[in-house]
């Protein structure tokens, strides 16, 4: 009897400084949030809003319980310290 179908995703997280990328080996149904926590499992002790953090696939924001495809970039998001669009016009200003 043979493994079933599965899919490999990549969470991914990004802080000031550098970028984890965590490939994560899926059954075909698991949710964005099985991703995570597989990713979770695999990551080093970083402080990483797990639970907390937005997630999204591709820049899109998704829900957890979204099904994602194989080969989906998974991304768990930070809050930004300035709006983009303010911090361009403050640089433009000076």
Do not use: N
């Amino acid at each position: 009897m043979s493994a079933p179908p599965g899919k490999r995703c990549v969470v991914a997280y990004a802080t000031g400084l550098r970028q984890l990328l965590l490939p994560v080996d899926l059954p075909t149904d698991a949710s964005i949030g099985d991703a995570i926590e597989a990713a979770r499992r695999l990551a080093p002790h970083e402080d990483i809003p797990w639970e907390s953090a937005p997630a999204g696939v591709f820049g899109e924001i998704r829900s957890r319980s979204d099904v994602p495809a194989d080969g989906d970039r998974i991304e768990l998001y930070r809050p930004l310290r300035q709006d983009p669009k303010e911090k361009r016009r403050s640089r433009s200003r000076h």
